[in-house]
């Protein structure tokens, strides 16, 4: 059979009917794959969202266990003046308790300017500082200056770190000297340390 034999008014109204719904199966079709991509995004983003709330909510777990773990060593170090600005104030008060408290026979000092400590530990948000401080004890035998520091730990007064110390005889007694006159004189170095805050210690510098 010729094309020219088919008689097309017939076939017109089906040919119409067939692309039409050829043209409707298209659209059919690429409408729901972009659907189905547009539904395939939300979820991806729907899972990432998921995903980073639970990475938060385990992290803030963590933080939390961390607080609970660190509190009471956190307060006892706020308590002792250890967190904040350096106490030197009480540090000489609790010097003076400890020279009563052991008995000693007097106590000179010398405190530097506050620096970085060299003591390479992870402090979070805070950086730990250090002040310097060197005594002169006056003492009768070397037992005064185990019980000066027994008794300067007894204050509370925060922490330190003591760094070393000399014991030489005291030249200002002679054979007949008295009896509470310091037969032996104790230079010591303290590193007294301090935990202060990075944001505030930023601001200080600029």
Not at 79 to 93: A, C, F, H, K, M
Not at 101 to 129: M, R
Not at 132 to 137: D, N, Q, W
Request: with cysteine; proline share 2%; glycine share 4%.
């Amino acid at each position: 059979m010729k094309l020219a034999d088919i008689r097309w008014e017939i076939l017109r109204i089906p040919l119409l009917v067939l692309t039409s719904a050829s043209a409707a199966a298209i659209a059919a079709v690429y409408f729901t794959h972009q659907w189905t991509a547009a539904t395939q995004a939300q979820l991806d983003h729907a899972q990432a969202a998921l995903i980073g709330i639970r990475q938060k909510s385990t992290q803030a777990d963590q933080e939390k266990l961390l607080i609970q773990r660190y509190r009471e060593a956190y307060e006892d170090l706020r308590r002792s003046g250890t967190i904040g600005p350096e106490q030197r104030v009480n540090w000489l008060d609790a010097l003076r308790a400890a020279n009563r408290e052991a008995h000693t026979l007097g106590v000179d000092y010398q405190l530097s300017q506050q620096t970085a400590a060299p003591i390479k530990i992870d402090t979070g948000n805070y950086k730990l500082q250090q002040t310097t401080m060197k005594l002169r004890i006056k003492l009768l035998h070397e037992e005064d200056l185990l019980n000066f520091l027994r008794a300067l730990d007894n204050q509370h007064a925060g922490l330190y770190l003591l760094q070393g110390c000399n014991v030489s005889r005291s030249t200002s007694g002679g054979v007949f000297s008295v009896r509470f006159e310091p037969k032996l004189n104790a230079e010591c170095d303290l590193a007294w340390l301090s935990l202060a805050d990075a944001a505030s210690l930023d601001v200080k510098k600029k």
